[in-house]
């Protein structure tokens, strides 16, 4: 058994999370998760046409009915996301009316724009909560903790979905994070998906590791099959950084990832917002939602990380965290070992 500071916190069997992967669904893939003795994450969703705050509620009422496990949920905090303030805001209600919610939603991780506001909210409301925020370089962890925050997501350029202009590799800046924030509860993130990833995360110190990309490719998720088998053949060069709803983005190289253009510039980026109608803003997001209800994999957007390069196959929730954890004790173990 591998025991961490956050194992020990929220009565995990397993020192892995699955990461948040919106605007796409992890229900199931939360509850698999969190079943199976991890700690499932539900994502900030926002398709099926539905108001994104009600739609959350429905989220999380389904996982407390079929779990008894603790469970998080992450929030997009960034400036286009502008029902962050009212789920922040919602979420100590629901948790009075039902202490099912309150018992189990252990862990809030906000990403994309700043954690000030819901830190504030978090500390005030839901004191109970742990809340942690995605930190992409070691300036922007530096805020995360300066805002109160109990814990960081260090996640580096290699992973799948919305990167930081930054483009720092995970190694590098868990190093840092680890280094400076030797008492922050630490998440390494972006480029994790096998048990020697795992074993390297813990064997330098972070408390879990969350895995996206790897949890797509699983029996239990949600993702649309056509989704899920592009990862097994595909490698780590099939992969590309272009602009995405809150710049740059990590997808697969596909018709629409590649007609889509190179990364712009920050600057570029919010003068783009400024100008954007709401039909242009529609259309980003039906990339994403022909993905998810027709599984068009050509025109619409995949993200996924530099992981598909190390994944094969389409394995069980189970597997992943009962195999990987196991073979990454016998890594730790033999590493260990060869210490005289
Ligand atoms: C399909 C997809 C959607 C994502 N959406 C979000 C999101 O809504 N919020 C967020 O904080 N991170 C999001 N991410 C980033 C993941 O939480 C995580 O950082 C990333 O998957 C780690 O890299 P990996 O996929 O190689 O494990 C997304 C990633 C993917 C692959």
Redesign the pocket.
């Known amino acids: 058994m591998i025991k961490t500071r956050i194992t020990e916190l929220f009565g995990l069997k397993y020192p892995i999370m699955s ?6 669904y992890t229900t199931e893939l939360t509850i698999a998760v969190s079943e199976a003795g991890g700690l499932g994450v539900l ?2 969703a926002t398709l099926r046409g539905k108001n994104s705050v009600t739609d959350m509620k429905e989220q999380i009422m389904h996982v407390i009915e079929s779990t008894d496990k603790p469970f998080g949920l ?1 929030i ?1 905090t960034a400036r286009i996301q502008t029902d962050h303030k009212v789920i922040i805001r919602t979420l100590p209600k629901w948790m009075r009316e039902n202490p099912k919610i309150r018992e189990q939603l252990v862990y809030l ?1 906000t ?2 724009g700043g954690a000030r506001f819901a830190s504030e909210w978090i500390k005030k409301k839901m004191p109970y909560v742990k809340h942690f925020h ?1 930190g992409p370089a070691l300036w922007l962890v530096d805020k995360i903790v300066k805002a109160g925050c109990d814990g960081i997501v260090a ?1 580096g350029i ?5 990167q930081s202009y930054e483009e720092i590799s995970t190694l590098v800046l868990l190093q840092q994070v680890l280094r400076k924030y030797p008492e922050h509860l630490i998440v390494a ?5 096998s048990p020697e990833g795992i074993a390297a995360g813990i064997a330098a110190g972070a408390d879990a590791i ?5 949890f ?1 490719a699983c029996k239990e998720s949600e993702f649309h099959q056509n989704y899920k088998d592009l990862i097994p053949p595909a490698t780590a060069r099939d992969t590309i950084l272009t602009t995405g709803g809150f710049g740059p983005i990590r997808l697969l190289k596909n018709k629409y990832a590649l007609e889509h253009g190179e990364i712009i510039s920050k600057d570029d980026k919010i003068s783009q917002e400024l100008a954007y109608d709401l039909d242009e803003f529609l259309e980003e997001l039906r990339r994403y939602e022909i993905v998810y209800t027709e599984g068009d994999v050509e025109d619409g957007a995949i ?5 598909v390069g190390l994944i094969d196959d389409i394995l069980s929730v189970d597997d992943i965290l009962s195999s990987f954890t196991k073979k990454a004790e016998e890594l730790l173990k033999k590493a260990c070992s060869n210490i005289s």
């Not at 990461?19 to 796409?24: D, L, R, T, V």
């Open positions: 990461a948040p992967m919106g605007p796409f994502s900030h992450n997009r991780l990403s994309a995605v996640t290699d992973g799948g979905g919305h993130c972006g480029g994790f998906a969350a895995m996206g990309t790897r797509i993200p996924v990380g530099q992981t």
